[in-house]
C-alpha cells in the first residue's frame, strides 16, 4: 500500500510559478514511478509528467515540456513538480500518483497508476 500526499497549490498569476510536492509513504515507495496529472473542470483528467524510480528518466505532455520540471527526492520519499511560466489553461486540480516500476527507468503507461492522492488546486489568475 502507498500513500501519497499533495501540497503547494495555490492561486498565482500567469507568467508565475508554482512548486508541487507529493509526499509519499508506504512499503517500498522507491519501487514506485510517480506521475502527475491534472483536472480542470468539465474536462477529463489529463496526464502531465512521470518521472521514474531512480529519477533518472522523466516524461511530459507537450503542453507542460519547457515549463514544468519534475524531479525526487527518494531519501525524502518526495516528488516535485516546479511548474514555471504558468498559464491560464494550466489551472486544476493537481493528483500524483504512483505505479509500479518494472525497473529502475520504467514510467508506466497513463492507466498502469495504482495509488492516487487527494489532489491540490492550482488556480492560474490573468
Known amino acids: 500500500q502507498v500513500q501519497l500526499v499533495e501540497s503547494g497549490g495555490g492561486l498565482v498569476q500567469a507568467g508565475g510559478s508554482l512548486r508541487l510536492s507529493c509526499a509519499a509513504s508506504?512499503?517500498?515507495?522507491?519501487?514506485?514511478?510517480i506521475g502527475w496529472f491534472r483536472q480542470a473542470p468539465g474536462k477529463e483528467r489529463e496526464f502531465v509528467a512521470a518521472i521514474s524510480v531512480n529519477g533518472n528518466k522523466a516524461y511530459y505532455t507537450d503542453y507542460v515540456k519547457g515549463r514544468f520540471t519534475i524531479s525526487r527526492d527518494n531519501a525524502k520519499n518526495t516528488v516535485y513538480l516546479q511548474m514555471n511560466n504558468l498559464i491560464l489553461e494550466d489551472t486544476a486540480a493537481y493528483y500524483c500518483?504512483?505505479?509500479?516500476?518494472?525497473?529502475?527507468?520504467?514510467?508506466?503507461?497513463?492507466?498502469?497508476?495504482?495509488?492516487w492522492g487527494q489532489g491540490t488546486q492550482v488556480t492560474v489568475s490573468s
Open positions: 500518483a504512483a505505479g509500479y516500476g518494472r525497473f529502475s527507468t520504467y514510467i508506466p503507461p497513463t492507466n498502469d497508476y495504482n495509488y
Open positions: 508506504g512499503r517500498t515507495v522507491s519501487s514506485y514511478a
